[in-house]
């Protein structure tokens, strides 16, 4: 299984960016994906997954609103929105795979991207 997530770059509070993670090795529609974050010297923690159809999403509450989940299982490829970027939301954002069910717990999830920087500054 492989991930590779891209997107990422340096801009400022309120840009946007769009984050795109491209699976192969793995039967993407059945996958739950997650996105994940983690800052420097902080643990790394839940941004938002969505379920094999699409219609089930979930965020954490400090991006909800700003940010959005979609995936598009012909293109095996997950993405994530982000609007209104703070300072706050500098990290390194990672990609995740697992089978369902669906956990915003990071330890859960047995395939990783390698990561995209996302510095926003203001």
């Known amino acids: 299984v492989q991930l590779q997530a891209s997107g990422g770059g340096s801009v400022q509070t309120g840009d946007s960016l769009r984050l795109s993670c491209a699976a192969s090795g793995l039967t993407f529609s059945s996958y739950v994906m997650g996105w994940f974050r983690q800052a420097l010297g902080k643990e790394r923690e839940f941004v938002s997954y969505i379920l094999w159809s699409g219609g089930i999403t979930h965020y954490a509450d400090s991006v909800k609103g700003r940010f959005t989940i979609s995936r598009d299982n012909a293109k095996n490829t997950v993405y994530l929105q982000m609007d209104s970027l703070k300072p706050d939301d500098t990290a390194v954002y990672y990609c995740?795979?697992?089978?369902?069910?669906?956990?915003?717990?990071?330890?859960?999830?047995?395939?990783w991207g390698q990561g995209t920087q996302v510095t926003v500054s203001s």
């Open positions: 995740a795979a697992k089978l369902p069910p669906a956990t915003k717990w990071y330890t859960n999830y047995p395939y």
